[in-house]
């Protein structure tokens, strides 16, 4: 593999649990929105190219896995191209729903809308046992940039019960 294995000490084709949160680049077109929203602010993006080349996922995947891809809404195209580049087979999305510390909903990014959502695509490779019980929308609260809700770990792990997890969950970060 050219440059190397850049996922550490992760075993490969030893995951039939995936959770990704790739770098997009999401341009704002607003100063506001690249001043505080924009991602550029809190780490280094990478167009779907390069996050296709820079992190060979699908290589993590067991013959049986189940890929759960965190996007944007205006790029789910492209980010349904990145998960098929990876080798996986789109099947399904849903949404996080965020909300503020008051309860209400988030006022994001968007270009047409405002977003108070984020999606997560699932792909899969193989054919991974999965429990039926998980709804298509996730609600939780915003926190840091980026950082997702606890719910949504929670709802993966019902949606894949049984199977070994990281508790820690470390982030694979981009410099």
Known sequence: MAGGWPFGELKMFGFD????DPPWRFDTWSNAGKKHKSPENHYATMTCEEIVAQFPVGHL???????????????????????RAWGFKFVTSGVWVKRTKK?????????RLRSASEPFLLFTNGDPETAPVVRTVIEGPIREHSRKPDEAYHEA???MPGDVRRADRPAILVE
């Not at 649990?17 to 990704?20: L, N, S, T």
């Not at 995947?61 to 990145?82: E, F, K, Y």
Request: charged letters at 15%; one cysteine or more.
């Open 17 to 20: 649990f995936i959770m990704a």
């Open 61 to 83: 995947a067991s013959r049986n896995c189940l890929l759960w891809l965190w996007g944007t809404h205006p790029m789910i195209d492209q980010q349904i191209g990145v998960g």
């Open 103 to 111: 309860g209400k909903l988030a006022f994001g990014t968007g270009y």
């Open 157 to 159: 792990e019902r949606l």
